[in-house]
């Protein structure tokens, strides 16, 4: 966690760690090719988005554990590096691709994961809105760019909702809390055009069943 330190957004409420350039660029491209070369039924399309699961679907009464590729593991060896999960290590990963014009209406992750989000963005960057549970309040945005990490806990794990708006670009402002941190200077006014995105969130499910699906 100490390797973190210099990568808090101090603006934003506990806690918020942003780490631009964290892949290169030609491993952006190289999970992309991953993405992209699996097998059609491996996509679940959903009304907004389309996704793979991979390590297992998380259940309250324990996710039944699946064998996770091995370029995955590499990143998620990366993440788990951070000690972000307790005693425990990444188990689960999400992967999301997003077209222009696409977004996921406010919700937080709950608890059937270790109260962390990790989030590697590929493609294209977006905006991580954040809204109060209760009153729907605008509580921060976070600037995503392609290739960063984006970490959260604490109050913006449990409190707060966070969402991607349904839009196909987005103009800069001052409200977004790790525009300091990013890795490009944006001027205020420009406008970002939103191109597919591809995100791999990395979790840990801390429920798990004993049963392997690989060993049955």
């Not at 307790?86 to 406010?106: F, R, S």
């Not at 991580?128 to 990490?149: A, H, Q, W, Y």
């Amino acid at each position: 966690m100490d390797e973190l330190k210099n990568y808090i957004v101090q603006p934003a409420p506990p806690t918020v760690y942003y780490i631009p350039n964290f892949i290169t660029e030609e491993e952006e491209s190289y999970i992309l090719n991953k993405v992209y070369g699996v097998p059609k039924p491996k996509w679940t399309c959903l009304s907004n988005r389309r996704l793979q699961d991979y390590g297992g679907i998380p259940h309250k009464n324990g996710m039944i554990v699946e064998k996770i590729p091995s370029w995955l593991e590499t990143f998620m060896n990366r993440i788990s590096h951070f000690k972000l999960f307790g005693d425990k290590v990444a188990n689960h990963v999400l992967v999301n691709e997003y077209l222009p014009g696409q977004g996921i209406m406010p919700h937080s992750d709950g608890p059937l994961f270790y109260p962390t989000i990790t989030t590697i963005s590929c493609g294209s960057h977006t905006i991580l809105e954040f809204c109060d549970s209760n009153d729907r309040g605008k509580i921060c945005d976070l600037l995503l760019e392609p290739r960063s990490l984006v970490i959260l806990q604490d109050d913006m794990y449990t409190k707060y909702l966070h969402s991607i708006r349904e839009v196909t670009e987005d103009r800069i402002t001052d409200c977004y809390a790790n525009l300091k941190e990013c890795s490009s200077k944006y001027s205020i006014g420009e406008v970002l055009k939103r191109k597919t995105r591809v995100s791999l969130t990395i979790r840990n499910v801390p429920k798990v069943c004993k049963v392997k699906l690989w060993n049955l």
